[in-house]
């Protein structure tokens, strides 16, 4: 298929015009015209690009894309070694961060209420990204803290009582630990996100609500995966998902 064909369907199932964002979504390093491998990750790191080489892509899916706002503008060092990459091997890179972590059904949030047995009802924080919701039955949080070990694969962090009951829980994936304020304010038990800053342990402890990090690369493998398998389904393209270790 043809790749503008490709953007323009993505960014419209998306919504990719409704966020105001940290970088752009959609297309950002433009390679051969038409598309009928897709490799995805996380990161287009250089290690998800020579993936996408061995692999012979035709473009790369990820959720953490390149340009973010207030960066080095310059192409030097890191960045230029990836678009070396990419434009040399006719590469496309597209990229889709706040909207594919809000996306009902394939998003970020979506996928990991999904994996972890959690029923969402309502959004919260910064353009409505993350979600509130209830357990599919009776837990604690230490029950919350087995069922994210399983479907991880990893050790979360918490900070809080394993024993308290979880009625309401809210989430939000990757970097989105300045939404505990307001998951406590919402009236949840329990919040999970990707990574924790100091003040969060200080706040779990005084409010009595607990703080789940669950890594953010962990948290946001989901996203994508499910994206990129609907564009494969949707339009005949071959794809593969790539896991590339990362504690953080």
Not at 19 to 48: H, M, W
Not at 72 to 86: E, H, I, T
Not at 166 to 194: N, S
Not at 219 to 231: D, F, K, S, W
Request: glycine share 12%; proline share 4%; hydrophobic share 40%.
């Amino acid at each position: 298929m043809l790749l503008h064909e490709l953007e323009k369907y993505t960014g419209q199932l998306l919504q990719v015009d409704r966020f105001k964002d940290y970088a752009p979504n959609g297309l950002q390093v433009e390679g051969r015209a038409t598309v009928q491998r897709i490799l995805c990750g996380v990161t287009a790191s250089e290690a998800l690009i020579d993936a996408a080489i061995d692999w012979h892509a035709d473009a790369i899916v990820v959720h953490h894309g390149y340009f973010w706002r207030g960066e080095d503008p310059r192409v030097v060092g890191q960045k230029r070694k990836r678009l070396v990459k990419l434009l040399g091997h006719h590469i496309s890179l597209l990229a889709y961060h706040l909207p594919l972590d809000a996306h009902p059904e394939l998003g970020n949030n979506a996928q990991l209420g999904k994996r972890l047995g959690l029923v969402g009802d309502g959004l919260f924080g910064e353009q409505d990204l993350g979600w509130i919701g209830s357990p599919d039955a009776e837990i604690t949080v230490g029950d919350l803290m087995d069922r994210i070990r399983t479907a991880l694969g990893r050790e979360p962090m918490l900070a809080g009582d394993p024993q308290r009951p979880v009625k309401r829980i809210a989430w939000c994936t990757g970097g989105a630990q300045r939404y505990f304020e307001d998951a406590i304010a919402a009236g949840c038990d329990c919040f999970i996100t990707g990574e924790a800053s100091e003040h969060n342990y200080h706040a779990a402890r005084e409010s009595g609500v607990a703080f789940i990090a669950a890594g953010h690369n962990a948290t946001e493998r989901y996203g994508v995966q499910a994206l990129t398998a609907h564009l494969g389904e949707h339009f005949g393209l071959a794809t593969q998902f790539v896991e590339l270790d990362n504690p953080f």
